[in-house]
């Protein structure tokens, strides 16, 4: 018995030593040893993301090697888009649309927040992160706060940066990311 609870004392102690240096999301403990969509799917901020990656057709995607990063909006992100448009972008015949906006979030690279700004202040204070949807994202920071302007000119803010996975990381952001009209 004694032997089980050193095991599980083990367990527990290598399993928060491996969440302990990432943020919690969503509620849920975000583990480096999991994939972007392991990860994903456990956080209640981001059922909607969640949701349109499935239908897309882009988990597996999502799961593999990488390297991503991913800006992942929250569904509160979703909910301030233009009423309808969550709806009509799940629908199948829109799966191309909705695949150009979810890549639109994704980089193939792993830009933790101090690489992302090292960049921004190597191009002088704004610097163009090309995505995987070919969409054109403006990155500035003002102290520990980045922000992406998409191709409409919204800016969207990272809310929690760093969020480390074993294919990549997750930078949780405020708003969804459109490509230009």
């Known amino acids: 018995m004694l032997k089980t609870l050193m095991t599980g004392a083990a367990a527990l102690t290598i399993a928060t030593a491996a969440m302990a240096d990432n943020p919690m999301v969503g509620g849920a403990a975000m583990y480096e040893t999991k994939n972007i969509v392991e990860n994903a799917v456990n956080s209640k901020d981001h059922t909607t993301l969640v949701a349109a990656v499935q239908a897309a057709g882009l988990v597996e995607t999502l799961q593999g090697d990488g390297p991503f990063t991913v800006f992942a909006p929250t569904n509160d992100a979703f909910a301030a888009l233009k009423a309808g448009t969550v709806e ?55 102290g520990d706060k980045i922000m992406l302007e998409d191709e409409r000119g919204r800016t969207i803010n990272v809310t929690i940066a760093d969020v480390a996975q074993s294919n990549g990381v997750i930078h949780v952001v405020d708003t969804v990311i459109l490509p230009a009209e």
């Open 88 to 142: 009509t972008l799940l629908k199948p015949e829109n799966k191309d649309m909705l695949t150009k906006v979810l890549t639109c979030h994704v980089v193939s690279a792993d830009a933790m927040s101090m690489a992302i700004k090292g960049m921004i202040d190597d191009d002088g204070g704004a610097h163009i992160v090309p995505t995987v949807g070919g969409c054109k994202l403006n990155a500035t920071y003002d």
